[in-house]
């Protein structure tokens, strides 16, 4: 890598954010970004190994996660499998390790971006189990007595819903940045990316439905950036006349995803001045 992360075409990113990219990368530190769902951190991962020139390899986290299973698995079901009916040499036990994306990071001849996402869907020891990997760039398989040493430090980025805090030792050995959620300026250029085209009436329409739905008392989940460029795909191929949308939300199930969020802000549209209704309605 011998030049700087700018962003990429299909990723708009401000200069705030592509500086500390740059960081994270000089000082070899994970980047942890948080930030509500649907504001482009799993997207920031790709742009980043795109606008550097590296291959990426993804680690979707599930709450079954453990760290082990990122660096490898023996697979003794196979090996137990092969014994009994296949004719493979069982006893080269190094054909059943099958890495996991850390370790795949770790032992690839070229450097790579390597995501770690949704961090917060593990318990709470992931964190704290990925420490020595991360910092010391290797790791011991016992049943073949291998260490694998990483060659290139990859560039690892990690993604949090802040749905839970993370150890503070952990959070020592990151570089973090928080993606605020766009402003109207911001936003535009990221439509821009997705719809060049958009007509400026229905944009402007648009956008004045958008941020006044953010802005509502009592919603549970808010419209986020993807589903506003859903929503405005949406209205282009409904064929809904910019007019449409200053008394009524088309499509609003492409924007929001909770019946009690569109009953919520249904209301306040049409009682826009009822501000302590909103309360009482949002009591079970």
């Known amino acids: 890598m011998n030049h700087a992360y700018q962003g990429t075409p299909d990723y708009v990113a401000d200069a705030h954010l592509m500086q500390t990219v740059n960081a994270a990368v000089a000082l070899g530190r994970p980047l942890l970004v948080k ?3 649907g504001t482009g951190k799993t997207k920031l991962a790709s742009s980043i190994a795109q606008g550097l020139g590296l291959e990426l390899l993804v680690w979707n986290i599930k709450s079954t996660s453990k760290a082990q299973d990122g660096l490898y698995v023996y697979d003794t079901v196979q090996r137990l499998y092969d014994s009994q009916f296949g004719d493979h040499n069982v006893h080269d036990i190094s054909q059943y390790i099958k890495l996991g994306q850390l370790g795949k990071a770790l032992s690839t001849l070229e450097p790579v971006v390597l995501l770690i996402d949704d961090i917060d869907k593990a318990d709470i020891e992931f964190p704290n189990d990925l420490l020595w990997e991360l910092d010391q760039m290797d790791f011991h398989i016992p049943e073949t007595g291998e260490t694998v ?4 430090r990859p560039v690892v980025i990690i993604t ?6 993370l150890p503070d030792a952990f959070l020592r050995r990151c570089v973090f940045h928080y993606i605020e ?3 109207a300026d911001l936003m535009r250029r990221i439509v821009h990316v997705h719809h060049p085209d958009l007509e400026e009436q229905l944009l402007a329409a648009a956008f004045e439905a ?10 549970q989940k808010k419209p986020s950036t993807s589903e506003l460029i859903d929503w405005l795909q949406a209205l282009v191929i409904g064929g809904v006349d ?3 949308l200053g008394d009524s939300l088309p499509f609003i199930g492409v924007l929001m995803k909770k019946d009690r969020d569109i ?6 549209l049409r009682n826009p001045h009822a501000q302590g209704a909103l309360g009482r309605l949002r009591r079970p």
Do not use: C, M
């Open 35 to 37: 930030g509500e769902p």
């Open 149 to 152: 040493r990483a060659r290139q």
């Open 160 to 165: 949090s819903n802040a749905e839970k805090e």
């Open 181 to 183: 959620f766009p402003d």
């Open 210 to 219: 958008f941020y006044r739905l953010r802005d509502v008392p009592g919603i």
């Open 242 to 244: 910019p007019g449409d």
């Open 263 to 268: 009953e919520t802000a249904l209301f306040a």
